[in-house]
T-cell receptor, first 113, second 108 residues
Framework: EAAVTQSPRSKVAVTGGKVTLSCHQT?????MYWYRQDTGHGLRLIHY???????EKGDIPDGYKASRPSQENFSLILELASLSQTAVYFC????????????FGPGTRLLVL | GQQVQQSPSSLVLQEGENAELQCNFS?????LQWFYQSPGGSLVSLLS???GTKHTGRLTSTTVTKERRSSLHISSSQTTDSGTYLC??????????FGSGTKLTVEP
């Protein structure tokens, strides 16, 4: 079973502050993703990566940066957190072909005040 | 990007009843996945079905690619099936676009 962990599990941030969400996977997957989920809605893709030291923009990248320093780790960075970024953030990973399923982390609940 | 519509948005059943969930999407999908999100928020993949019919346990998915639709049938529902069911038909292999989901409540 694929293992994807996220830290922190929850965070309260102040508007204008910097927030870093971390994701770690132990399954040697090439692809990693960051999604956000707003209450009552599906997930929306923010950034993804298919190789270390490279990231790609998803559907809603504005206000977010991503970093993939190694195959196992993928971070999401909010340089200037805003109220509208309050959401639950999920990290996921999948194998190189993309035919396999995506494995999700437990999510990080972010509240920006 | 891919537009995804799921229906119904919510569904309440008595234990033992069957559920039929629908997913319609705007662009041809190379892969279609159904996910389950627990009331606590965790996400797990249920099955992948790009076309045709696929069974796993009490779940049956039927995808008609040219009509851009998929369904998920849950037979003999149980209270533990309660949660939100999300479909994700990507336009390419690795970028998933999710629907808003169907919230299923199974009452004892």
């Amino acid at each position: 079973e694929a293992a994807v962990t996220q830290s922190p599990r929850s965070k309260v941030a102040v508007t204008g502050g910097k927030v870093t969400l971390s994701c770690h996977q132990t399954n040697n997957h090439d692809y990693m993703y960051w999604y956000r989920q707003d209450t009552g809605h599906g997930l929306r893709l923010i950034h993804y990566s298919y190789v270390a030291d490279s990231t790609e923009k998803g559907d809603i990248p504005d206000g977010y940066k991503a970093s993939r320093p190694s195959q196992e780790n993928f971070s999401l960075i909010l340089e200037l957190a805003s109220l509208s970024q309050t959401a639950v953030y999920f990290c996921a990973s999948s194998d190189e072909t993309g035919q396999d399923t995506q494995y999700f982390g437990p999510g990080t609940r972010l509240l920006v005040l | 990007g891919q537009q995804v519509q799921q229906s119904p948005s919510s569904l309440v059943l008595q234990e033992g009843e069957n559920a039929e969930l629908q997913c319609n999407f705007s662009s041809t999908a190379t892969q279609l996945q159904w996910f389950y999100q627990s009331p606590g928020g965790s996400l797990v993949s249920l099955l992948s079905n790009p076309s045709g019919t696929k069974h796993t346990g009490r779940l049956t998915s039927t995808t008609v690619t040219k009509e851009r639709r998929s369904s998920l049938h849950i037979s003999s529902s149980q209270t533990t099936d309660s949660g939100t069911y999300l479909c994700a038909p990507p336009p390419n292999y690795n970028v998933l676009y999710f629907g808003s989901g169907t919230k299923l409540t199974v009452e004892p």
